[in-house]
């Protein structure tokens, strides 16, 4: 079972920027490297947990969601078993508990879909950084 650790959250002024950084143990991304789905999820309070990101560890293909398109940026550094959430132009409705995720799937294709999978058994989670944006 894959163990996620966040870290890389904080307090930040809107128009900043903050980086997240998820680190993964239990396994290393080569023993099954072509087939991890990495995702960063988010949820505010009142809300339902929302996908921000995905990345699949075979092509490092990527996808967001309209609301952070453009600002964010989803990257895997494989040496270190790290993924990164890097948060531009931050506004205070990104204001939320960022959660990393992990799951095996079988394609890309798969790894995009999973974004809209709000499931607490479908992922592995890690702990949950806070992020808050003042105006």
């Known amino acids: 079972q894959v163990q996620l650790v966040e870290s890389g959250g904080g307090s930040v002024q809107a128009g900043g920027s903050l980086r997240l950084s998820c680190t993964a143990s239990?396994?290393?991304?080569?023993?099954?490297?072509?087939?991890?789905?990495m995702a960063w999820f988010r949820q505010a309070p009142g809300k339902e947990r929302e996908g921000v990101a995905t990345?699949?560890?075979?092509?490092?293909?990527?996808l967001y969601p309209d609301s952070v398109k453009g600002r964010f940026a989803i990257s895997q550094h494989n040496a270190t078993n790290t993924v990164y959430l890097q948060m531009n132009s931050l506004n205070p409705e990104d204001t939320a508990v960022y959660y990393c995720?992990?799951?095996?799937?079988?394609?890309?294709?798969?790894?995009?879909?999973?974004?809209?999978?709000?499931?607490?058994?479908?992922?592995?989670w890690g702990q949950g950084t806070q992020v808050t944006v003042s105006s």
């Open positions: 995720a992990a799951r095996v799937v079988q394609s890309a294709w798969l790894c995009q879909a999973a974004l809209n999978v709000r499931s607490i058994t479908y992922w592995s």
């Open positions: 239990g396994y290393t991304f080569n023993s099954v490297r072509n087939r991890h789905c």
């Open positions: 990345i699949y560890i075979g092509d490092d293909s990527t």
